[in-house]
């Protein structure tokens, strides 16, 4: 019983980790653009 609901626990958290990795690159790479614009005067 425990492992039947430990698995889908265990493979929630790991779609949430995959999720803040993609979140945080999305971020950073925003980032990286408005701070090229920026130094492009635009």
Known sequence: MPNTIGLPLFEIASMLVRLNHLT?????ANHSIARAAETAGL
């Open 24 to 28: 945080c690159f999305i971020v950073n």
